[in-house]
């Protein structure tokens, strides 16, 4: 028997790799039966997929050779040796044989540059190989074909969603098998379980009950939190205030199943993350890293922070399990998870994973229009594949539940909604623009927010407040702060900002807050930006405690800066807020909040509006596009914010040359370890912030080479750790936050 290599490094045959797929398979099936992919042809396509490797210039590549130009890719040639006769034979028809050749063939996206006949001849050149090969595993479904019928396979053909329900299921058949079988490769890889099981959640929430009841014998779950456990096995909306516990009840509604918790915002999702892993306070304590990931553009660095906390923590090893998503829990960001709705090639195991996965959406009102039309078509094809999801948010819009029955999605939306009768927030309308004079008149002993609609008005606002009272007292947050001050500022804010604080101070935010940070503060004074920002905004103020005093929540609304089309607000929203609000003067309750929500945001009220032409718009763009038409990268593109560029602020890096260079040199260095390099980038990452395009437009920058793929941007600008980042010509800073 030939000694045929599957990879080199380490060293591994094609029989040793095959038989960590089958260990892979085998886990994957015991911890979810009820997947509805073929599993004989997964089974199948896990033995047969690198079978194609035993073609000698891949043996003497993978070998220590060189690539040969004339080489085609194994997964083109694998497909010789599925077994279509025999599947013929067991009943199976052309269509789902097709599904398995094609699963095979594409388990790798590679383009196609070679022949037909060049891909013949390599086919039969692997005969003589063949006969060489023994693996006692395939047993009856051994079969070598140089040449099968074409209706079966053709090496340029794909499978398409198309137009019948009948070719929709082979697709999904496709995506299932595919999929999976890229999961279970990389898994193989890797050197992973392809998943880890849930076997925990549920009585890991019994015993937060436990100790609930040690304190309070009498503690029960709460209503919303009974609610959902009762409903595991729909698809549930359901709307709650601050306070009936979100987190456990959709914890609750996951049960013992593999699950995504879905954020918008990542401060917010650290803090979810922190949550469920405290050792002493949260959930899951035990086993962590195999059963809590967290997943989001800068995850590695948050696990070099929880490194320290986490007993036996192989940072390289949990940062592989949740990017495979192999962790039965994981807290993400929205593109993370939801960009296989492009269906760009290898979008598969994404979809093929949420099939048996459920999926948990927070705060859904604080998404964009293109990240809502996102939503909605993602949860179209999780529903058409067979996984389920749950929003639960504190204001839902109207157009969330309509947008979503028109793209065929069914849910249970909960008959009431879980409000209390608590009155938390007494409103005043001020007719007059946002104004520090106004403000400082109540600062004495109160602890104050102050949120504005955009970083310009902030930073006058901050100044003004900083003149007056000075800076010991006034703090500034918002998105044009470098990693490191602005993490600081979050730090203090949180501690301000607990209810048990008494320290006088004033907090000039931005929108960085809306849902991000758990704050308590006295006194909210704020612009109008919509109704929905708005009473996210009041959720900083008087959070969880009983309205005692005449005015807690002071709202500006003439002059307010950020609206279209210059801003970022909808100007008819605007309006439709502003007009709500003129009959509001003194305390309002939750129902009344929630029934402002659906006059302003009911798809009545929102139609011919630019926001809902924008939704509509963005729905019908991406099932515009076909089936593999985008590549991956094109994909990320679009979910990532490309009108702001990371930079270090030419103040910083003077102050921090040396460091910041010895980062970038550690970065460099060939043969260094992985975790070396990712700490080296996570420290470097602190002393950059995220540069508007606007701004950077407008400025000048230099740049230092990491590699022929990445550079250090350094943008000259003021910067200090006070107001942030000044653009050098301020005259010209835009209303933008």
Same mark, same amino acid.
């Given at each position: 028997?030939?000694?045929?290599?599957?990879? %080199? &490094?380490?060293?591994?045959?094609?029989?040793?790799?095959?038989?960590?797929?089958?260990?892979?398979?085998?886990?994957?099936?015991?911890?979810?039966?009820?997947?509805?992919?073929?599993?004989?042809?997964?089974?199948?396509?896990?033995?047969?997929?690198?079978?194609?490797?035993?073609?000698?210039?891949?043996?003497?590549?993978?070998?220590?050779?060189?690539?040969?130009? &004339?080489?085609?890719?194994?997964?083109?040639?694998?497909?010789?040796?599925?077994?279509?006769?025999?599947?013929?034979?067991?009943?199976?028809?052309?269509?789902?044989?097709?599904? !398995?050749?094609?699963?095979?063939?594409?388990?790798?996206?590679?383009?196609?540059?070679?022949?037909?006949?060049?891909?013949?001849?390599?086919?039969?050149?692997?005969?003589?190989?063949?006969?060489?090969?023994?693996?006692?595993?395939?047993?009856?479904?051994?079969?070598?074909?140089?040449?099968?019928?074409?209706?079966?396979?053709?090496?340029?053909?794909?499978?398409?969603?198309?137009?019948?329900?009948? %070719?929709?299921?082979?697709?999904?058949?496709?995506?299932? *098998?595919?999929? *999976?079988?890229?999961?279970?490769?990389?898994?193989?890889?890797?050197?992973?379980?392809?998943?880890?099981?849930?076997?925990?959640?549920?009585?890991?929430?019994?015993?937060?009950?436990?100790?609930?009841?040690?304190?309070?014998?009498?503690?029960?779950?709460?209503?919303?939190?009974?609610?959902?456990?009762?409903?595991?096995?729909?698809?549930?909306?359901?709307?709650?205030?601050?306070?009936?516990?979100?987190?456990?009840?959709?914890?609750?509604?996951?049960?013992?199943?593999?699950? @995504?918790?879905? !954020?918008?915002?990542?401060?917010?999702?650290?803090?979810?993350?922190?949550?469920? #892993?405290?050792?002493?306070?949260?959930?899951?304590?035990?086993?962590?890293?195999?059963?809590?990931?967290?997943?989001?553009?800068?995850?590695?660095?948050?696990? *070099?922070?929880?490194?320290?906390?986490?007993?036996?923590?192989?940072?390289?090893?949990?940062?592989?399990?949740?990017?495979? #998503?192999?962790?039965?829990?994981?807290?993400?960001?929205?593109?993370?998870?939801?960009?296989?709705?492009?269906?760009?090639?290898?979008?598969?195991?994404?979809?093929?994973?949420?099939?048996?996965?459920?999926?948990?959406?927070?705060?859904?009102? #604080?998404?964009?229009?293109?990240?809502?039309?996102?939503?909605?078509?993602?949860?179209?094809?999780?529903?058409?594949?067979?996984?389920?999801?749950?929003?639960?948010?504190?204001?839902?819009?109207?157009?969330?539940?309509?947008?979503?029955?028109?793209?065929?999605?069914?849910?249970?939306?909960?008959?009431?909604?879980?409000?209390?009768?608590?009155?938390?927030?007494?409103?005043?309308?001020?007719?007059?623009?946002?104004?520090?004079?106004?403000?400082?008149?109540?600062?004495?002993?109160?602890?104050? !927010?102050?949120?504005?609609?955009?970083?310009?008005?902030?930073?006058?606002?901050?100044?003004?407040?900083?003149?007056?009272?000075?800076?010991?007292?006034?703090?500034?947050?918002?998105?044009?702060?470098?990693?490191?001050?602005?993490?600081?500022?979050?730090?203090?804010?949180?501690?301000?900002?607990?209810?048990?604080? %008494?320290?006088?101070?004033?907090?000039?935010?931005?929108?960085?807050?809306?849902?991000?940070?758990?704050?308590?503060?006295?006194?909210?004074?704020?612009?109008?930006?919509?109704?929905?920002?708005?009473?996210?905004?009041?959720?900083?103020?008087?959070?969880?405690?009983?309205?005692?005093?005449?005015?807690?929540?002071?709202?500006?609304?003439?002059?307010?800066?950020?609206?279209?089309?210059?801003? @970022?607000?909808?100007?008819?929203?605007?309006?439709?807020?502003?007009?709500?609000?003129?009959?509001?003067?003194?305390?309002?309750?939750?129902?009344?909040?929630?029934? #402002?929500?659906?006059?302003?945001?009911?798809?009545?009220?929102?139609?011919?509006?630019?926001?809902?032409?924008?939704?509509?718009?963005?729905?019908?763009?991406?099932?515009?596009?076909?089936?593999?038409?985008?590549?991956?990268?094109?994909? &990320?593109?679009?979910?990532?914010?490309?009108?702001?560029?990371?930079?270090?602020?030419?103040?910083?890096?003077?102050?921090?040359?040396?460091?910041?260079?010895?980062?970038?040199?550690?970065?460099?260095?060939?043969?260094?370890?992985?975790?070396?390099?990712?700490?080296?980038?996570?420290?470097?990452?602190?002393?950059?912030?995220?540069?508007?395009?606007?701004?950077?437009?407008?400025?000048?920058?230099?740049?230092?080479?990491?590699?022929?793929?990445?550079?250090?941007?350094?943008?000259?600008?003021?910067?200090?750790?006070?107001?942030?980042?000044?653009? &050098?010509?301020?005259?010209?800073? %835009?209303?933008?936050?």
């Amino acid at each position: 028997m030939n000694k045929y290599l599957a990879k %080199s &490094k380490p060293e591994e045959t094609i029989q040793e790799h095959t038989d960590n797929l089958l260990a892979n398979y085998e886990l994957l099936q015991k911890y979810y039966p009820e997947i509805r992919v073929n599993w004989h042809f997964l089974n199948l396509a896990c033995m047969i997929h690198d079978l194609g490797k035993m073609n000698l210039f891949f043996q003497e590549k993978v070998s220590g050779g060189r690539r040969n130009k &004339k080489e085609i890719p194994h997964n083109y040639l694998s497909v010789a040796f599925v077994p279509y006769k025999k599947l013929k034979e067991e009943g199976y028809s052309k269509e789902e044989i097709q599904v !398995l050749f094609q699963a095979i063939a594409r388990h790798h996206e590679r383009d196609i540059n070679f022949t037909e006949d060049e891909w013949t001849l390599e086919m039969k050149k692997l005969e003589q190989e063949w006969q060489g090969f023994t693996y006692d595993k395939l047993g009856e479904y051994r079969a070598y074909r140089s040449h099968f019928p074409a209706k079966y396979y053709q090496v340029t053909a794909h499978i398409f969603e198309g137009k019948t329900a009948e %070719s929709f299921e082979s697709f999904i058949q496709y995506v299932l *098998l595919k999929g *999976l079988l890229n999961r279970i490769d990389f898994a193989a890889s890797a050197d992973i379980d392809v998943e880890k099981p849930n076997d925990f959640l549920e009585a890991a929430m019994t015993e937060q009950m436990n100790a609930f009841r040690k304190q309070n014998p009498d503690a029960d779950w709460k209503p919303l939190q009974k609610y959902m456990q009762a409903h595991q096995e729909e698809n549930v909306i359901v709307v709650a205030e601050t306070g009936m516990g979100k987190t456990e009840a959709g914890l609750l509604w996951l049960g013992n199943n593999k699950g @995504f918790f879905t !954020l918008p915002l990542r401060t917010a999702i650290n803090a979810i993350y922190s949550r469920l #892993m405290d050792s002493e306070t949260g959930i899951v304590r035990e086993q962590q890293t195999d059963r809590v990931g967290l997943l989001h553009s800068e995850t590695y660095g948050q696990y *070099l922070i929880h490194e320290p906390e986490i007993e036996a923590m192989d940072i390289e090893d949990y940062f592989t399990k949740t990017r495979q #998503m192999s962790l039965p829990i994981t807290v993400c960001t929205l593109d993370q998870l939801f960009d296989f709705v492009f269906r760009y090639a290898g979008f598969e195991p994404k979809l093929a994973t949420l099939s048996y996965s459920k999926v948990i959406i927070d705060e859904v009102q #604080m998404y964009s229009p293109d990240l809502l039309a996102y939503l909605i078509v993602g949860l179209s094809y999780i529903q058409k594949v067979g996984g389920k999801f749950t929003i639960l948010t504190a204001t839902l819009p109207g157009i969330i539940p309509d947008l979503l029955a028109e793209e065929g999605v069914t849910f249970t939306r909960a008959e009431e909604d879980f409000i209390s009768d608590r009155v938390r927030h007494s409103l005043k309308v001020i007719h007059e623009p946002i104004s520090s004079a106004f403000i400082s008149a109540f600062y004495e002993d109160n602890r104050i !927010l102050v949120i504005c609609n955009t970083v310009r008005v902030a930073k006058a606002m901050y100044e003004e407040l900083v003149e007056a009272h000075g800076d010991a007292e006034v703090h500034l947050l918002h998105s044009q702060f470098i990693k490191r001050d602005r993490t600081a500022k979050e730090d203090a804010i949180l501690s301000d900002g607990q209810k048990g604080s %008494s320290r006088p101070c004033i907090w000039v935010v931005t929108q960085v807050v809306e849902a991000s940070l758990d704050i308590d503060f006295d006194i909210l004074f704020t612009e109008l930006s919509d109704l929905n920002g708005l009473f996210q905004r009041m959720g900083r103020c008087y959070r969880n405690r009983e309205l005692d005093v005449a005015t807690n929540v002071y709202v500006f609304d003439v002059e307010c800066s950020g609206l279209r089309p210059r801003g @970022f607000i909808d100007a008819q929203i605007h309006e439709n807020s502003r007009a709500l609000l003129q009959a509001v003067d003194g305390a309002v309750s939750e129902a009344q909040k929630l029934a #402002m929500i659906d006059q302003v945001y009911s798809t009545e009220a929102l139609e011919g509006s630019e926001y809902y032409e924008k939704v509509k718009g963005d729905i019908d763009y991406v099932k515009s596009f076909g089936t593999y038409e985008l590549d991956k990268n094109e994909v &990320k593109k679009r979910f990532r914010d490309i009108n702001s560029v990371a930079a270090i602020p030419k103040p910083i890096f003077a102050e921090n040359e040396a460091e910041i260079r010895g980062y970038i040199e550690t970065i460099k260095t060939k043969g260094l370890d992985r975790k070396t390099k990712m700490r080296a980038r996570t420290m470097l990452s602190a002393f950059m912030l995220d540069v508007p395009g606007y701004i950077f437009e407008k400025g000048n920058s230099d740049a230092i080479k990491i590699n022929d793929y990445e550079k250090v941007t350094i943008f000259d600008c003021d910067y200090d750790t006070g107001l942030g980042l000044t653009p &050098k010509d301020r005259e010209k800073e %835009s209303q933008f936050f």
